[in-house]
């Protein structure tokens, strides 16, 4: 029987539903509508796409969104500068720094700049750390790695006693997620590109999280039957049949995978919906938290 399809368009609409509810509750109140602001440098098309999407989400459910822009050439302390001014701005809750930022900028100091009740992204290290001490908990959780473990959890009754496995180590979703995954009790191996045998390591995966950026690495007899695949991959591959010459594929060989797994998440349509929505609800968040 093919694997039960995770619908991740249809799971992050739940949670933008309850983020709009939440942002009228806030006005209700007579409080000021929760803001978000983004900083945009250079001329990445790709990057002016994924704001201006996170823009239309935020007035679909009634987020204030405010877009910064700065040329490719723009120093360091130009956009560090404008991240401290969002910062001391009391009319923005949460500020997102689209990344990657052109070469010769720093991320690491770009996002230190951000003021840690503000990393709606939850990229600061302070936020990281947090995340990975036992007994402490992040302001902020990363969207993506959140967005995951929101769709695990719809899905399954508990973490506890699952072996999960996180193919990939990146600091926005391999090493987050594996350190939520673990708070929440499963046992967690993470692997690589250069894990030794990595096909017998991902087919003791009771949940496998593909976050490795390769097209199709993962085959579907490297999957555990009945188990869980999360595919956070979208890699583009050339495709003349499309009008773009071009389809959007993930980590997972999903025509392989589907046939063996107990369920899987599409690519596209699975989690790349609930990065956004995790956001919008981050960034409520934040709105909450300063009025406290």
């Not at 694997?3 to 933008?16: L, S, T």
């Not at 701005?89 to 700049?113: F, M, R, T, Y």
């Not at 036992?134 to 009754?157: A, D, N, Q, S, W």
Request: aromatic share 2%; proline share 7%.
């Amino acid at each position: 029987m093919p694997a039960k399809i995770i619908d991740g368009k249809a799971i992050a609409e739940e949670v933008r539903n309850q983020v709009q509810k939440d942002v009228q509750d806030i006005i209700d109140k007579g409080l000021r509508r929760p803001a978000l602001a983004t900083v945009l440098v250079g001329d990445n098309p790709a990057s002016h796409i994924y704001v201006s999407s996170k823009h239309k989400a935020c007035q679909q459910v009634g987020i204030e969104s405010i877009g910064h822009e700065l040329p490719a050439g723009a120093t360091q302390e130009q956009v560090i500068d404008l991240v401290r001014s969002l910062n001391e701005n009391p009319n923005v809750d949460g500020i997102l720094v689209q990344i990657p930022l052109p070469s010769g900028l720093d991320e690491e100091k770009v996002l230190n700049a951000i003021s840690i009740e503000k990393d709606v992204d939850g990229l600061h290290p302070l936020n990281l750390g947090r995340l990975a001490q036992k007994g402490r908990e992040p302001l902020f959780i990363p969207c993506t790695p959140e967005g995951v473990m929101y769709m695990l959890g719809k899905h399954l009754e508990s973490f506890e006693g699952i072996h999960a496995v996180v193919l990939g180590r990146s600091n926005l979703v391999g090493m987050p997620v594996s350190l939520l995954l673990l708070k929440a009790n499963a046992t967690v191996t993470i692997c690589h590109s250069r894990t030794r045998d990595l096909p017998s390591v991902i087919r003791q995966a009771d949940v496998l999280v593909a976050a490795v950026g390769k097209p199709e690495m993962v085959r579907g007899d490297w999957i555990k039957p009945g188990a869980v695949v999360i595919d956070v991959g979208t890699n583009r591959v050339e495709d003349p049949t499309k009008s773009k010459g071009y389809r959007l594929v993930g980590d997972v060989k999903f025509d392989e995978a589907v046939e063996i797994a107990g369920a899987i998440t599409p690519v596209p349509g699975g989690v790349g919906p609930m990065t956004i929505a995790m956001l919008l609800r981050n960034t409520v968040r934040a709105a909450k938290l300063a009025v406290r």
